[in-house]
């Protein structure tokens, strides 16, 4: 018997990466938490997407505990348990 196939591959979804940007005036707080909704293009629901700070951006990320919270449209929205004290940017690998 041929061995399988694996020309499948060459179609499989290449994953994006990209980094965007949460500027400290973009969140908006609330009693408990803040939020921040930024535009990623090609950013799905349905797509798996990896997120996480820049090294450099580390410790202001996880010191207001900022997690990714919805994946939209072209849009990720951001949470974090207390307004960060800077700028931060986050990679986002996306696949699908």
Request: neutral net charge.
């Amino acid at each position: 018997a041929a061995p399988a196939s694996h020309t499948h591959a060459e179609y499989a979804a290449k994953p994006t990466g990209i980094v965007v940007t949460l500027p400290v005036s973009g969140w908006t707080q609330h009693t408990y938490t803040c939020t921040q909704t930024v535009g990623v293009s090609g950013m799905r629901s349905s797509k798996f997407a990896i997120v996480g700070p820049v090294p450099l951006d580390w410790s202001t990320y996880t010191e207001a505990n900022v997690r990714c919270t919805v994946q939209g449209y072209n849009s990720l929205t951001f949470a974090a348990d207390k307004l960060p004290t800077g700028d931060m940017n986050v990679n986002v690998m996306i696949w699908g």
